[in-house]
């Protein structure tokens, strides 16, 4: 669960979004239980939250000890298609994060990975500017996002859509100009490019390509059959289509291009079923039937609390390797959520109880992202006996749609400005005073002039190739309303001078 810092004009529409709200096919590996009738609560709630942030499909697994309890798809998983299945896949997002885990913690146990060893041990070529924090960082750190890389640049090598062989070292070779924005060990920071880092250290230590290895170690074992390392392989097999959101609406990205060197931090894809063969490992001290993928030890390593998270005051629990740990009333969560562009996920379970739940959705938006995590919470803090705790961040649904306002707004800006400047040439007695003329008609429309031309800062920063991808309407509307608010600002004060410095006829 990440909050992304640097939103900060898209986090203000959605505060005026709330402020003008309030005033105005195959056979299941393991087969669910044949009585459903205790998940309906879940269910409401599953569909009352896709009518409230029009998500168009959702698949669900409940699991409980060893057993896949319940297996539901509520919407479409295509335009005009059906409902999706147990098998239906979608993409997991940053869940993938704890595979990737699971296959260093598998590492170490075969004795080929140190969990304090330097990443250099492994990658001898890895480099960031600072050559001693080069020498500091260790495969512990990568796992608990410690490594000192800033959010900001985990986040920019999402849009990094080039598709090579090679892509993820090209990515992480790039980064020996990188200078870390904290000490290596020091302080939480959610970054991307901790997990890819990863990924190779799995290939350098295991020998095999990191999409073999997941395959051959992971998936496979856990008869994982309908989940993919490839989105070309996942569309011959009933991949759900994707949605964008636009303004609060899902419109459907069927061609949507993904970035190939994050593979191991967020593009895995995976279907309801498999996951709630892999939480039934992970609930089960890393047993799936009669395979073992990892000791009980090495499971509660991957799920034990190591950093605290916490974000713009707000506690997020604590971050494990791959998990986020988190209490709410007298229950324990450990869960992750996942985001790319058009598809969203979530994976938690309440260990004491030994219960686990897996939702996934086919739609998405950079400004839904905390109000997914919430919507995931929501149902797992249900399957625990909890009661859902309240939304922080339900307004940034309406954010979405109230970004509509920024144009409709400067359109009346305009007409009124005009207006206000045939009265004068009209009724000259009317014009103001200098003193008047800046305190009453000049500055104070500067300031919403000022405010849409901050929409423009992320898209004049490296963060503009990641607002395309995940928030396109935000990108169209800075780019319209954002350049016209500076263009209009001056233009409206010379309009404003001209007129009052004519000679009335």
Known sequence: MKINKLLFPALVVCAVAAVIHRAFARPAAAKPAPNDTTYDAIDAYIMGQMRRLKIPGVSLAIVEGDRIMHLRGFGKARPGGESPTPQTPFFIGSVTKSFTALAIMQLVEAGKVE??????????????????????????????????????????????????????????????????????????????????????IIEAASGECYPDYIQSHIFDPLEMQHSYTSKAAAQKNGLAMGYRYWFGHPVPAPNLSIPPGSLPSGQLISCAEDMAHYLI??????????????????????????????????????????????????????????????????AGFVPKQKKGIVLLSNANHGM????????GLGAAQQLAGERPEGTIFGALYLGMRAMLLIPILQIASVIDTLRLLRRWRAEPGLRPSRGRLWRQHILPPLIPNLLAALTLVPMLSKMRGWVRLFMPDYSLIAWISGGFAVIWTFLRIGLILRTLTKSPA
């Open 281 to 346: 490992a992970h609930l089960n001290g890393g047993r799936y039937r009669d395979v073992q993928i990892l000791s009980e030890a090495g499971i509660d390593e991957l799920h034990r609390g190591a950093v605290e998270w916490r974000e713009m005051g707000i506690d997020f629990g604590y971050y494990a390797m791959g998990w986020v740990i988190q209490g709410f009333g007298k229950s324990t969560i450990v869960s992750h959520t996942g985001t790319v562009p058009d598809f969203g996920a979530f």
């Open 368 to 375: 839904m992202k905390v109000t997914l995590d919430e919507f």
């Open 115 to 200: 969990l304090d060893a330097p990443v250099q041990r492994y990658l001898p070529w890895f480099r960031v500017a600072d050559p001693d924090a080069s020498a500091q960082m260790t495969v512990r750190h990568l796992l608990n996002h410690t490594s000192g890389m800033s959010v900001l640049q985990g986040q920019v090598i999402l849009s990094e859509l080039e598709d090579s062989q090679d892509a993820t070292e090209t990515q992480l070779r790039a980064l020996s100009s990188l200078k870390l924005s904290q000490p290596v060990g020091s302080k939480f920071q959610y970054n991307n490019t901790n997990y890819n880092i990863l990924g190779l």
